[in-house]
């Protein structure tokens, strides 16, 4: 059974930066893309980016500057960094199994950004 | 980016309805387009890979068709689990890009 849990800090000052963790469970990170996309609130999915098992990744160009996604086999999981936010990075994130098809996904993690 | 584009944006339907939505790619992706589909609270789930290949248990009720440009999700007879909203997403190149949605309600 294959599942994502992901966590990280819910509240965050604009500037600052964002950091989510996904641990992954019953797939090995080396077998696979993974992703993170994000959904603001009153609108649609937005892809950021994925890695690969080589860690590899490929970022949306819009948030290209600000984004890093990288890999911890070891640990198995992958983490997502997004800094100098601003109230546009409100949304709820969620990482997921997969690079252009996305399979299994993370439960979400609202990220609010607020002075 | 590639540009996707869905309709309806909302709509209502009985139980039992057979119901189509529609999403158009802003140029051809052959037919690297899945759905999804997200209910409030939950993480999207996926239903369609490639245009038309039903994702390992989803029930056989939904449909997909369609290549290049044009695509449908089709319901042959809504069930009540499935009133959701509905992401069309282009899977052809980086980065990919999602559908507005389309919200299925219960009339």
């Known amino acids: 059974q294959v599942q994502l849990q992901q966590w990280g800090a819910g509240l965050l000052k604009p500037s600052e930066t964002l950091s989510l963790t996904c641990a992954v469970y019953?797939?090995?990170?080396?077998?696979?893309?993974w992703s993170w996309i994000r959904r603001p609130p009153g609108k649609g999915l937005e892809w950021i980016g994925e890695?690969?098992?080589?860690?590899?990744?490929t970022y949306n160009p819009s948030l290209k500057s600000r984004v890093t996604i990288s890999l911890d086999t070891s640990k198995k999981h992958f983490s997502l960094k997004l800094t100098s936010v601003t109230a546009a990075d409100t949304a709820v994130y969620y990482c997921?199994?997969?690079?252009?098809?996305?399979?299994?996904w993370g439960q979400g993690a609202l990220v609010t950004v607020s002075s | 980016d590639i540009q996707m584009t869905q309709s309806p944006s909302s709509l209502s339907a009985s139980v039992g309805d057979r119901v189509t939505i529609t999403c158009r790619a802003s140029?051809?992706?052959?037919?690297?387009l899945n759905w999804y589909q997200q209910k409030p609270g939950k993480a999207p789930e996926l239903l369609i890979y490639?245009?038309?290949n039903l994702q390992s248990g989803v029930p056989s009720n939904f449909s997909g068709s369609g290549s290049g440009t044009d695509f449908t999700l089709t319901f042959s007879s809504l069930q009540p689990e499935d009133f959701a909203t509905y992401f069309c997403?282009?899977?052809?190149?980086?980065?990919?890009?999602f559908g507005p949605g389309t919200k299925l309600e219960i009339k």
């Open positions: 997921a199994r997969g690079g252009s098809t996305t399979d299994y």
């Open positions: 019953g797939a090995s990170l080396n077998d696979y893309y």
């Open positions: 890695i690969n098992y080589s860690g590899i990744t």
């Open positions: 140029q051809s992706i052959s037919t690297y």
């Open positions: 490639a245009a038309s």
């Open positions: 997403q282009q899977s052809y190149t980086t980065p990919y890009t």
